[in-house]
């Protein structure tokens, strides 16, 4: 009996390593530490949060500043009564990022789609390492502090950080097909947990000579890497002479699957699939697909609001995690900020592992949903008081927590939004990645950028108990709104089993 072929699977590991050249490494690599850079500049916010309280509290008095005048405009740094009120601010500047960055999101996969998907990345790059500098190095270095002013630098820094992942998610996808697109999008998806560690690295190692300094080591290297990008990244294989993507897999029948996207309907017949896939028109030049069709393609609302459930507990442990280790347990910052670490390093892990499962399967919902519920565990056990383990052990549940909500939080940003990219729906219409892509994240953070004032507020109000509460509800959450995908997917792992079963 011969199997269908939806049931074939082939070698993802050999086909990968076959089409894989030196172009492809360089891309990989481009793309990872373009937006690890761009990661590192907001953790470094994350990072020095105590450091710009206190200086922006009566606590801290700045002694050795020149006397500028007009006082008030020049050196009067206390912005806020208490550390409670500076607290909430920072918060909100956290939610106005996130809130501009969303925005950008929906705007930049558009762009993205229809210019030149380097000059969007490098302009990116350099112009929020201009706007950061200006935020944390340049505001101290005059002692220039106001509030609307932050908040407008703040604005305009999620606005052109917004261009970095769709753009970067759309090379790799020009680059990389399905074949071992869980496991490599996996491991580069481990870009944002490296410039989270690069953040922190950075920000320990020079925090003691003044939060200001932070923000310009970041800024720096940001900028630098911009320019690199700008001279160096290849959007895709036909600026080298190499065939498109799924070009040359349609010549050789036994990898004839190559480039077919998870999301496709596996229990449509092949037969038919030939007669609904193709492409209608003989244009070459691929056409962007719009905003709203974008939205209408199966799975793409799902995952969105999944996402804005994951997304606002990974970016809470993101921009909060080390602040409650300092707030909460007394810590030193910079040693807080070294054991946040250890969250990122979970969250490489998992998403490595958990893509390299779902090639295995060739189901993304069922590998989720698992590292979810372990989720669920995990957050209440950190949800309990800490103080009396050993570091080691809080490092280990801190791993645990980023393996099982980091791991499938980056397969969503990125496989799975490759993927959604990538369905039959829009071949022939290929520049689609980077709208779908900002679409997800665009929802993402939304959702991210109203759960940290809710962060504050509950904290503020209940205690950092009821805010891990509050991250197990949004992690259920997440379970919830890709049910239909899991009882889907789990019902054809069942029926091509079943099928195999009576091949053999």
Request: hydrophobic fraction near 45%; charge should be negative; charged fraction near 15%.
């Amino acid at each position: 009996m011969a199997v269908p072929g939806s049931l074939r699977r082939q070698p993802a590991s050999r086909s990968l390593v076959s089409h894989c050249t030196h172009h492809h490494i360089v891309v990989f690599l481009l793309t990872f530490f373009s937006y690890s850079l761009l990661h590192a500049s907001r953790k470094t916010f994350s990072n020095v949060k105590v450091s710009i309280s206190s200086q922006w509290t009566p606590f801290c008095l700045n002694s050795s500043a020149p006397e500028l005048q007009p006082y008030e405009l020049w050196n009067s740094s206390h912005l806020f009564p208490n550390a409670v009120e500076a607290t909430l601010f920072l918060g909100t500047l956290d939610t106005i990022f996130l809130f501009s960055y969303a925005v950008g999101l929906f705007v930049s996969g558009i762009v993205g789609d229809r210019l030149n998907l380097r000059w969007v990345l490098s302009f990116g790059m350099c112009s929020s390492a201009l706007v950061v500098f200006s935020f944390g190095t340049l505001t101290e270095w005059l002692h220039f502090y106001n509030k609307w002013f932050y908040c407008c630098l703040w604005v305009v820094n999620g606005l052109l950080q917004s261009t970095g992942w769709p753009c970067v998610v759309a090379v790799m996808g020009n680059w990389f097909g399905k074949a071992g697109r869980g496991f490599v999008f996996g491991l580069w998806s481990a870009c944002a947990s490296v410039g989270n560690i690069l953040g922190a690295f950075l920000a320990s190692c020079v925090l003691k000579y003044g939060y200001e300094y932070a923000f310009l080591v970041t800024a720096s290297v940001q900028f630098a890497g911009g320019v690199i990008v700008f001279f160096g990244l290849l959007t895709s294989p036909k600026e080298v002479g190499l065939p498109e993507l799924g070009a040359d897999e349609d010549k050789v029948g036994v990898e004839e699957d190559a480039n077919r996207p998870l999301m496709g309907d596996d229990d449509v017949d092949d037969d038919d699939r030939n007669y609904s896939i193709q492409a209608t028109d003989n244009d070459n030049e691929p056409k962007a697909i719009g905003f709203f069709q974008a939205c209408c393609l199966p799975g793409v609302v799902l995952y969105s609001l999944a996402y804005a459930c994951l997304k606002l507990v990974n970016y809470s442990f993101f921009f909060w995690l080390p602040f409650y280790l300092s707030n909460n347990f007394g810590w030193k910052e910079a040693e807080a900020d070294q054991l946040s670490i250890w969250y990122d390093v979970g969250g490489i892990i998992g998403g490595t592992i958990q893509g390299l499962i779902s090639d295995v399967l060739q189901k993304r919902a069922p590998v989720l949903a698992v590292s979810l519920l372990f989720a669920v565990g995990s957050l209440f056990g950190y949800s309990r008081d800490l103080s009396e383990y050993l570091l080691c052990t809080k490092a280990v549940f801190l791993s645990l927590s980023g393996f099982f909500i980091g791991g499938p939080s980056n397969m969503i940003s990125s496989a799975i939004s490759a993927d959604l990219g990538r369905q039959d729906l829009v071949k022939g219409s290929s520049e689609a990645l980077a709208t779908v892509t900002g679409i997800v994240d665009g929802t993402g953070s939304i959702g991210a950028a109203v759960g940290q004032y809710l962060v504050s507020l509950i904290q503020e109000n209940l205690g950092w108990m009821w805010v891990f509460y509050f991250f197990i509800l949004m992690t259920s959450s997440t379970i919830l709104f890709i049910s239909p995908l899991i009882v889907r997917e789990i019902t054809m792992l069942l029926h091509e089993r079943r099928l195999r079963m009576l091949a053999e």
